[in-house]
C-alpha cells in the first residue's frame, strides 16, 4: 500500500491575510491589557486592520480577517465559547454585514472613517441584544445605550481616523482583481 501525501500550498492571498489576521490579533490581546472603566467598553484597535483590509483587499478578506481575530484572540484570552466569545462574534458579525453594504455607498461621502462608525454602532448593537435575549433577561440593559452609543462614537471616530491616516501612507484603497477578492469598484 502506498501512501499519498498531501500538500497544501498556501497562496499570496492566503499569506496577506494571515499577516493582517495576525496584526489583529496582536491588537486584541495588548487591547485586553488596557484597564477600561465600563466592562464591554473597549477600543477596537483590530477594527483598524479590518477597515485596511476592507478598503485595500475587499470585503471576503476583511470577514477573514475579522473572524481569525474574534477565534484566535478568545482562544488565546482564554475566552473561547464563553459568554466574552458570543459577544465579540455578534458585534463582529453584524459589524461585517454592515461594512458589507456601507462599501458600496458612494466613497465621497463614506470613507473609512464614516464606515467605522457604523461598523461601531452595529458591534455595540447586537451585543446589546445578545446580551439582553441571553446574559441579561430584563430591559435596564438597554439603559447603557448612551454610553455605548458615546463610546461607539469616539472609538469609531478614532480607529476611522487612523485606518485613513494609514491607507493614505500605504497609497489608499485598491480593488480587487477581477472575479478576486470582492472589493468594491473605484467610484
Known sequence: MTRSTIEL??????RRIARHAAAAIVLT?????IPLPLPGVKPGLANIVTLIVLAR?????A?????????????????FLAPGFFLSLSGALASLVVLGLAMHLPR????????????AFAHIGAQL????????PHDGVFYLVPVFALAAVVFGLVNGLVAARLLGELGGPRTAPAGGAGGAPER
Open 9 to 14: 500550498v498556501p497562496s499570496a492571498e492566503d
Open 29 to 33: 490581546v495588548a487591547e485586553a491589557a
Open 57 to 61: 483587499w475587499g470585503w471576503r478578506e
Open 63 to 79: 470577514v477573514w480577517v475579522a473572524l481569525l481575530q474574534v477565534l484566535a484572540g478568545n482562544l488565546l484570552l482564554g475566552q
Open 108 to 119: 465621497r461621502w463614506f470613507g473609512p472613517v464614516s464606515q467605522s462608525i457604523l461598523a
Open 129 to 136: 441584544v445578545v446580551a439582553r435575549l441571553w446574559l441579561v
